[in-house]
């Protein structure tokens, strides 16, 4: 019940700060367009009718690679019903937010009949097998840093059905290696529902963290952890812009190393641990099952580089032992996204990430520091290739980005954006941001010092929208991030 309650808690939260699209069916919008509009004159009430024009039809040009049939399933205006303003714009909003055009156009042309319509839709597709990531550095979790790097491959638009196959692979050049298989398919036939999954496996090594207790000359200092899993969901597409997915993950897990690895952090009852000495993960096979609640909002006007509207996402992740794994834990995120229009054609985009962990689960899932700023290296796959990674169950995240478009062109170099970004985060355990008091000195003035860092990070450089992918050519690698602290006494 209690579960329960947070969840629906989250909700009302979201959806009291993002609110729902403002999504209008054609039919719906013809009726109200269609009331009559009444004004008061000294003599009596004069009733004045807009007109309406019946959608006969509808053409699409320059849809190549794309099928009419899924181009018309995003459409939110209909076949003959009555013609629609703004659902025509939330259908070229939303061929737009799909990501496999550059642009849409829509005309209206007249019908055979007085009174009836022809839609015409002009679309430029482009290519829609992208290049999503391209990673490299030095690993430092060896005495002699190695050589990592990791890529990222989709098809957005397998066949012009829109279904996503995505496939990544990260590696170094000892050991350390991952793979990973996705697939999405974001409309089955003539429904709302959504289906998708994926397959992963991946060999990682970690080390000790600070906060650990073990001995300096031993030479076995390394937590070796071998994953092979997958997850499978099914999802409703409520609207265009809001849809919901559940679904189930399992991981298998074989981990060995140091002792110190398997044991939690030592503190007195009322010391604060290091949350990234707990790694919470059994010696040995175990096994990880857990469901997953996500409800998305997505009214962007592009996927790659959205310049106006709003992404938010709140997911849910309950493991448990009921489910056949050995970890009982619950896990919330909530992660938003606004795109806001300047002057010039400029725009801001503000950016904001919540966390929270309550009870056990492996290191691997927690909140990693460079996921969330903008400092690399960042994991891929899963793999860790900094020594000095923090993680922790609680994790907040605020940023900020400032984009200049340059210029664009037609040819395989779509746009050059020059932007400036910064990011604060926060990652640990609750205990360390708000540690209990001692109940053995109640009465007393407990006085102590807390520590909260905070890692600010910047970066600046050209995001370059090409024919392969969006390509970011910043100076993040060259800095380091700045931390600061809030110190207050409790």
Do not use: C
Not at 121 to 146: A, F, K, W, Y
Not at 152 to 164: A, K, P, S, Y
């Amino acid at each position: 019940m209690l579960k329960a309650g947070l969840m629906e808690a989250f909700l009302i939260l979201v959806f009291a700060a993002v609110g729902f699209p403002e999504y209008v069916h054609a039919g719906e919008d013809s009726k109200q367009e269609s009331v009559n509009e009444k004004a008061d004159t000294s003599e009596g009430t004069a009733e004045f009718k807009a007109p309406e024009y019946i959608l006969q039809s509808i053409k699409i040009k320059g849809n190549h690679k794309t099928s009419r049939s899924l181009i018309l399933k995003y459409l939110t205006v209909k076949k003959g019903e009555v013609f629609s303003e703004q659902a025509a714009e939330l259908s070229r909003l939303k061929l737009l937010n799909i990501g496999y055009f550059t642009q849409v156009d829509l005309s209206l042309v007249k019908g055979s009949k007085p009174g009836r319509v022809v839609l015409v839709i002009s679309v430029v597709e482009r290519n829609t097998i992208l290049v999503d990531s391209v990673d490299m550095g030095m690993n430092t979790l060896d005495v002699t840093p190695r050589v990592f790097g990791g890529i990222r491959v989709t098809e957005h638009n397998f066949l012009g059905q829109g279904i996503l196959l995505s496939g990544a692979v990260a590696a170094d050049d000892a050991d350390q290696q991952a793979y990973e298989l996705e697939v999405f398919v974001p409309i089955i036939g003539d429904t709302k529902l959504q289906l998708g999954g994926g397959l992963r496996y991946s060999y990682g090594r970690e080390l000790f963290r600070k906060g650990m207790d073990y001995p300096k000359d031993d030479p076995d200092t390394t937590l070796n952890v071998r994953r092979i899993g997958g997850n499978i969901f099914l999802g409703w597409q409520f609207n265009p812009f809001l849809s919901m997915s559940g679904g189930f993950r399992f991981d298998w897990i074989g981990a060995t190393g140091h002792p110190k690895f398997f044991e939690p952090p030592e503190a007195k009852p009322y010391d604060i641990p290091s949350s990234a000495a707990d790694f919470s993960v059994r010696k040995g096979d175990s096994t990880l099952s857990a469901i997953i609640l996500s409800i998305t909002h997505d009214s962007r006007n592009d996927p790659f580089l959205p310049t106006e509207g709003l992404k938010a996402n709140l997911a849910l992740e309950l493991g448990s032992r009921l489910l056949g794994g050995e970890y009982d834990y619950s896990k919330f995120t909530f992660a938003y996204e606004q795109a806001f229009p300047t002057w010039l054609d400029h725009s801001v985009r503000a950016d904001a990430f919540f966390g929270l962990i309550y009870g056990k689960t492996p290191y691997f899932n927690k909140f990693f520091r460079s996921d969330l700023d903008l400092s690399p290296p960042r994991r891929l796959l899963g793999l860790d290739f900094y020594k000095d990674n923090e993680f922790g169950d609680f994790a907040i995240s605020l940023g900020g980005e400032y984009n200049v478009p340059i210029f664009t062109t037609n040819g395989p170099f779509y746009r050059f954006v020059a932007f400036f970004a910064m990011d604060a985060t926060m990652t640990g355990s609750i205990a360390e941001y708000f540690p209990l008091k001692d109940p053995n000195q109640e009465g007393r003035k407990q006085k102590t010092k807390i520590n909260w860092p905070i890692d600010l990070t910047f970066d600046i450089g050209v995001k370059v929208d090409t024919y392969i992918g969006v390509f970011r050519l910043s100076v993040s690698y060259f800095t380091d991030k700045m931390r600061v602290a809030i110190l207050h006494d409790d």
